[in-house]
Structures are given as C-alpha cells and as structure tokens.
DNA sequence: GCTCAGCTTGCAGACTTCTGCAAGTCGGCA
DNA sequence: TGCCGACTTGCAGAAGTCTGCAAGCTGAGC
C-alpha cells in the first residue's frame, strides 16, 4: 500500500480537527446549504471559510455544486454524522472523567 | 462557555490526527499494553511514542497506569472504538466515491 | 546503595497550518 | 456589454506541530 490506511485515516481526523471546519459539518447535517448561510452562521472571514471548505472538498467529505448565483456545499456521505456523533460522546466521557478525577482530588484534599 | 464546544471537538478530532497515535489507538482496542509493546509494533523513536502517547493522555482518550516495571497505556472509554469504526466508514465512502469518480471521468475519456 | 531497563522531558530545526488582505473568476441580470 | 454579488485563489507572516538527540527520572532487583 502506498499510503498505509492507518495514515489515510490520521489525515481524516486531522482535516476534521478546525473548529470552522468541525461547524460547517453541523451546520450541513441538515442539509446542503449555500456558503452565504455558512458565512452568515460562522463569523469567519469569507476567504478563511472558503479555505476550509476546500479543505473538507479536497479530502472528500463535502461536496459543491452550484445553484444558480450561488456555490451549494453538502456533505458526501451522512455517515460523517455518525463520526460527530461520536465524537459527542467520547467528549462527553472524557468530561465527566475529568470532573469525577476532580472530585477525587478534592476529596484527598489535594 | 469559555472554551466552545465546537473547539474542543476539534481539538479532540486533532488529537486523533497523526498516524502513530492513530496506530496506538487502534492496538489498545484489544486492551491495556504496556509502552515496550507499542514501541515494537509501531516503529518509531522511544522518545516520539511518548511524545504522542503523552498528546493522548493530555487529552483525556487514554489513561497509563504502572505495572511493576512497565507503564501500561489503556483506552480511557470503550467508545473510542466507535469513532474509530465511524472514521473507517467515512473513508470507505469518501474512497469508493472517489473511485466512482474515476470511473466517470474514464468513461468521459478525460 | 547501585545499576539497569523502561520511560519521559527538554529542546531546536524542519515543516505545516492558519489567517486576513488583496486580487481574480464566474454567473446572472440590466 | 458591463456591473455586481458570490465565491475562490495567492500570498506571507505568525503560530503551531513533528522528530530525533541527549539528558533525566523512577522502580525493580541485586
């Protein structure tokens, strides 16, 4: 294999690690959106959002078209959901350990 | 919210984003394995395993606990597992699509 | 107490990524 | 045809990540 899978799979998770980029895949859960609705929802510079939608186009996880005056972007396939999905929940893990270490430090009082 | 969420699942998909932790992730699935086992499976340099084995822990996705000799590492939550199995969905979609595509633009002779 | 295996930490240089400004492209419409 | 809104591209400086070498730390066993 030319690119092992595992390096194939670190690319994906990194192109998802940008807070604009990790928005714009909720936002197109709902359904394809045209980048005006993106930018009025992201309060990010046009050019900035229009580098990281390239970003997720180059790495196939969202795809463009175009509608009349407007450019369209979609997620390529819903199972990106699931991964956000995920996501959600081993943060919500993480959280809650965290807090619950805490607490234990608390109680040592230290 | 001082940190927004959307950044910390960024920052959460990041920490996912390199290959060796990517690999280390994957070979802790089967259960807790002490660092010297990594260190032979995934080739890389002592000091480059802790470096990422450290990016995890600091993240909260895996915890490290000593065994007499040996520090184990272990997945914080089982969880994990399915954002693994998500990202491998996602890249077989987005790889067929792409495949797909190929195909397409053969069948166009360009 | 010493020594050694098994890890971790501290760096620094090479390399990537991020961001905004300025400029460019492309349809649609008067 | 010319103009305008809607995006995208090209940069370049700032900021962050990666990697390996050398040095440090910490239990276990003698």
Redesign the interface.
Known sequence: MSV????????????????V???VL?LLQDGPKPVRDLLAEIDVEASNLSQQLAVLRR???VASFRDGALVMYAL??P??A???A??????G???T??DGLLVELRAQRR
């Open positions: 092992p899978l595992y390096q194939a799979k670190a690319e994906m998770f990194r192109t998802l690690g940008h807070p980029r990790i928005r909720e790495a196939g996880i390529s396939t199972d990106v699931d991964l956000l995920a996501g959600r929940r081993i943060l893990a993480v959280l350990d965290r």
